[in-house]
């Protein structure tokens, strides 16, 4: 049909075309390489002498005959081979040196060839039409005549007939081909393997560029990843190696585990509260020092391997239970559900009990009263539900019995001094059960026995009731669900005072005595509040309820900002750990990023939507959408002109910004990658972005030429970059363990003085490596502590603190940074004397 193109026919017109030109490029090229490794063999097997093969020593360079580049043998003179098959000419080194002796008995023939199969090999291993890549370091424009010999025309020579022209050129080809072959190299280069084994797979390729002090090669997933060697590095060995001198140490925890668990929430004889979140258990004082709403501290224990599920507190106050759900390593052995006892003074581990007998989780705890905690309880998570008693002092399990049968849902219950019992059911109702004798006629053995009846019941809530307290004063405390109250009852169910949670912080959870009248109530939307029933409470502890991917830090304050998928966009107060402010975003949060000037920030959304925010008023000054895919980074310049929006849609969109950074326009886009965009970083001089894409490549943009994707790679390769995000490059290839599948680093920072460089991986850990990080399988610091993958790290603006963010566990780590040439850290204000603070590797 005639008419105008239908909304998003034109892109897709044009990525049709690009594909189609680029599988035209690779054919043409495979036909040619695999000619040239034919010609090649063919004289290998004829034993052709050396001459043949190899040209007469090379003049001395001139002006159209560059001298070669940093790294090639000085004995090497480049020529330059312009690819007639690709839509722009694109001109490639081949060197041209003598062979060494015994060419003509022939090398073992090569499985797979030297030669690019076809196209243009991208840095992040994809190959690509023109004007998407050039394939090795840049010569001069004019080629260099090679010299002649009596018995080989010259490559332009008119004497020769257009039939020997590409018999000419793939004799050519093979002679440079055989010679690449034979040159060993440094193994070292080349990570050790030799060049004719190494690894790739399919589709995989070897580039005749890889050569020692001009580039590196890694692989993931099969596909080879080529990253240039600055210049100023003239051997990989002067790189540093070793973890980095500086250490973390886990300064707070923002966040509480209130969704999706109970009875988590308890005061120590100390007074300090006990709770947990992803792997750690948080022992935190609310008045314990300066700082924080309130004043507070917090110390951890971190002796778990995996999400710490349920809590009970031992009869003296001092020792704590804690049970932990079943996971698996990052080799995909599994972590059994285990139970530890520890001394929360010291922090040590006393007794670990039941592992290998539980299965896929510990649900709940209990210690004995009447014998002073000698004995813990124990249910697991098994179809079964399995109960088991337990010996304290041995870890040995005396008793266990299966719960067939599916109780009626009582969420909570409590003991009286008088013997009876009060349970909550999920239809809100408070059940007073007594004590009497049972009739003689029941039958049974012994006579008559006790047995618990209902002699009271009261209406106490609208839905399920999450918790009940006993008082000091012999009153009892119950939460709602559904209605968010706190009730005071007195004797005989008689209802004596109450308050109401507000509705953001959710519905009450738990419930704990503090001193005096002081309570603390755990919430369903991961807060701990703090107050009374007269005063009403105020919260202490707040946190995400989903998971977590938006991250950054202010660029002078100790502040950083969040988003996840529980749509909300929170900005965090770094010196007094609180919450300064939290807005909804309606939409899920996936990435953020302060201007310069820290007076606005940007926040990319799952629609292709963008927001800019005022950050203290937290007006909305921009609202924009860029396709409808997800976006996955935004990023400032340095200078702040300019904000990048990586998307979903394989495209980086570029807009010019305004100096207060309100106002934004659209410069321009990148248009190249052929996967989703993961992370991009901007130059110092803020006129070039390098970025990675979801199929591993790396490309580099010119913005202020107009978005221009900059062919010759090899030309970025001193390029000084503002931020170190990307997870891709030659600074950072160290980072990426052995046998990664490219799905293993999920983030990555550089610290600002370009120090260290701290990852986040999938595996649920926190590394810290020393940068440039560019030697194969680096060591690094590694630290436990979140229970799901790690989606984001950034250091703050002075580099005294590291923040990450837990995915699915929706925890937020504060970290600090100790060691040399950082900037002091502020003292800890309760410290840490966690017994697995770190490992080195």
């Given amino acids: 049909m005639d008419g105008a193109a239908g909304p998003g026919e034109g892109p897709a017109q044009e990525a049709l075309q690009s594909l189609s030109q680029r599988l035209r490029v690779q054919e043409e090229e495979m036909e040619l390489v695999k000619a040239a490794l034919a010609e090649a063999l063919r004289m290998l097997r004829l034993q052709v002498p050396p001459a043949a093969l190899q040209g007469t020593v090379q003049p001395a360079p001139t002006r159209d005959s560059p001298a070669a580049p940093p790294g090639l043998p000085p004995t090497c003179s480049p020529s330059l081979v312009s690819r007639g098959t690709q839509t722009e000419t694109e001109m490639e080194m081949e060197p041209s040196c003598p062979g060494p002796p015994g060419l003509s008995n022939g090398p073992r023939a090569p499985q797979g060839g030297s030669e690019e199969p076809g196209g243009t090999q991208l840095e992040g291993g994809g190959s690509s039409s023109s004007g998407t890549g050039s394939p090795g370091p840049p010569g001069v424009l004019k080629p260099a005549q090679p010299p002649q010999r009596a018995e080989t025309p010259r490559r332009n020579s008119s004497s020769s007939s257009p039939s020997e022209r590409p018999r000419q050129k793939l004799s050519r080809k093979a002679a440079s081909s055989a010679n690449l072959l034979l040159r060993s190299g440094s193994t070292e280069s080349r990570g050790g393997k030799d060049p004719l084994s190494s690894p790739g797979g399919p589709g995989s390729r070897r580039s005749n560029y890889n050569l020692e002090g001009i580039s590196v090669k890694m692989f993931l997933r099969g596909r080879p990843i080529t990253m240039y060697i600055p210049s100023g590095i003239r051997s990989l060995e002067e790189l540093p190696i070793g973890p980095p001198p500086e250490t973390l140490s886990l300064d707070w925890v923002y966040g509480y585990r209130g969704r999706d668990s109970r009875s988590n929430l308890f005061v120590l004889r100390s007074g300090e509260v006990v709770y947990f979140i992803a792997c750690v258990v948080v022992l935190y004082r609310p008045g314990g020092g300066p700082g924080g709403p309130g004043g507070g501290g917090q110390r951890h224990y971190r002796g778990h391997s995996d999400c710490v599920r349920c809590l009970a507190v031992h009869p003296d106050g001092v020792r704590v239970a804690s049970g932990q759900t079943a996971g698996v390593d990052k080799d995909g052995k599994p972590l059994q559900p285990v139970v530890h006892i520890w001394d929360s003074e010291t922090l040590l581990k006393l007794q670990e009990i039941g592992l290998g007998a539980f299965e896929r989780g510990v649900g709940a ?75 003689s006629k029941t039958p049974g053995r012994g006579g008559a026995k006790e047995t618990y009846g209902i002699v009271a019941q009261a209406h106490a809530h609208e839905g399920s009731i999450f918790a009940l307290c006993l008082r000091r004063d012999g009153t009892v405390l119950s939460g709602g669900g559904r209605d968010r109250r706190l009730v005071q009852w007195g004797p005989g169910l008689v209802a004596l005072q109450e308050a109401e949670i507000p509705e953001h912080f959710g519905a009450v959870r738990a419930i704990a005595e503090g001193p005096g009248s002081e309570l603390l109530v755990g919430t369903t939307k991961n807060a701990l509040l703090r107050g009374d029933l007269a005063q009403g409470f105020s919260p202490v502890i707040q946190g995400h309820t989903d998971e977590l991917w938006g991250l950054c830090t202010h660029p002078s304050q100790n502040r950083f900002l969040t988003c996840g998928h529980d749509r909300q966009l929170c900005l965090w107060d770094g010196e007094g750990h609180a919450l300064a402010w939290s807005i909804d975003l309606k939409e899920t949060g996936l990435c953020a990023d302060f201007h310069p000037s820290g007076a606005v920030v940007a926040v990319g959304l799952n629609t292709g939507r963008w927001l800019v925010l005022d950050t203290e008023t937290r007006e909305i000054m921009s609202d924009i959408t860029d396709g409808n895919e997800q976006l996955s980074v935004v990023r400032y310049s340095p200078d702040g002109m300019y904000l990048a929006i990586g998307s979903h849609d394989n495209m980086i969109y570029i807009y010019s910004v305004s100096s207060d950074g309100a106002k934004s326009s659209r410069f321009g886009r990148c248009v190249g990658h052929s996967s989703f965009i993961t992370h991009l970083d901007w130059s110092k001089d803020g006129n070039f972005i390098m970025s990675n894409s979801g199929d591993y490549e790396i490309l580099y943009w010119d913005v202020a030429a107009g978005c221009k994707l900059l062919r010759n790679r090899y030309e970025s390769r001193d390029r000084e970059w503002a931020t170190y995000t990307c997870v891709l490059g030659f600074h950072v290839y160290g980072v ?7 799905t293993d680093i999920n983030s990555l920072c550089r610290s600002h003085n370009e120090r260290v460089v701290a990852v986040a991986d999938d595996f649920c850990k926190v590394h810290l490596f020393q940068y440039p990080c560019a030697r194969a399988k680096a060591p690094s610091r590694i630290y436990a502590g979140h229970g799901s993958h790690v989606t984001s790290v950034r250091f703050t603006h002075d580099d005294s603190h590291l923040v990450s963010l837990g995915g699915k566990d929706a925890s937020i780590f504060q970290w600090r940074v100790l060691g040399a040439g950082l900037a002091p850290a502020t003292p800890s204000r309760t410290p840490s004397l966690s017994p697995a603070s770190s490992l080195d590797v």
């Avoid at 013997?419 to 809100?428: A, K, R, V």
């Fill in 365 to 439: 705890l209990a210690f004995s009263v009447v014998d002073q905690g000698a004995f813990l309880c124990v249910v697991d998570d098994s179809n079964e539900h399995m109960l088991s008693v337990w010996d304290c002092s041995r870890g040995t399990k005396l008793a266990e019995i299966k719960k067939y049968k599916k109780p009626k849902f009582v969420p909570c219950f409590v003991f009286l001094p008088d013997g009876d019992i009060l349970t909550g059911d999920s239809e809100g109702n408070i059940l007073t059960w007594g004590r009497s004798l049972s009739d």
């Fill in 736 to 742: 990426w363990p052995d046998g990664s599948d490219g």
